[in-house]
């Protein structure tokens, strides 16, 4: 019973760190996919896009304030990577254009994304540490612990913020309720 959830443990560790996702972008529209991202993490990715005679697919990323932070025109599949500077909102938008003449049809575009520790290349470090597979899985827990630890840190932290906010909040229409009652 131990050796299968330890199993099932390590099938999860290889498995959920990667994200991906597929969809159909119409013709003329734009599709924007937007996460958290914690301050200093590498972001990389790839994408594809069908390819459609006289369409054009293209790629921008972004943080919240409109900063750009990787674009690229005409694509049809590569790779893409940027850093995040702060913690915020980033989004990476998929943009479909059509000539007027021409009628256009869905295209389907997939998009892998890692984040942080995922972008971490092991099989390097255990070449150069001269790490055995079992030391290199090992270093790939502790840095995947690491990162979740680092991540209940955060949710902790922004939900004594929303706390706080929302007891203010309460406090400030509890006085108005009063002063309207007087």
Not at 22 to 49: R, S, W
Not at 110 to 133: D, F, M, Q, W
Not at 140 to 161: A, N, P, Y
Request: negative net charge.
């Amino acid at each position: 019973m131990a050796k299968a959830t330890f199993l099932y443990f390590l099938f999860m560790v290889y498995v959920w760190p990667i994200s991906c996702v597929m969809f159909h972008l119409p013709p003329n529209t734009q599709k924007c996919l937007k996460e958290d991202i914690q301050a200093n993490q590498l972001v990389m990715g790839e994408y594809e896009v069908s390819d459609v005679p006289g369409q054009i697919i293209d790629y921008i990323a972004r943080d919240s304030k409109g900063h750009i932070l990787s674009q690229k025109e005409h694509i049809t599949k590569g790779k893409f990577s940027f850093m995040s500077e702060v913690y915020d909102a980033y989004e990476i938008c998929f943009i479909s254009k059509v000539p007027p003449h021409q009628r256009g049809i869905p295209q389907e575009v997939s998009l892998v994304t890692k984040k942080g520790v995922e972008t971490k290349s092991y099989e390097g470090i255990g070449e150069a540490s001269k790490l055995k597979p079992l030391e290199v899985d090992l270093k790939r827990l502790e840095d995947l612990s690491d990162s979740i630890v680092r991540d209940f840190v955060l949710m902790r932290k922004r939900e004594e913020e929303m706390r706080d906010t929302n007891g203010k909040s309460e406090n400030t229409l509890q006085a108005q309720n009063n002063m309207i009652m007087f």
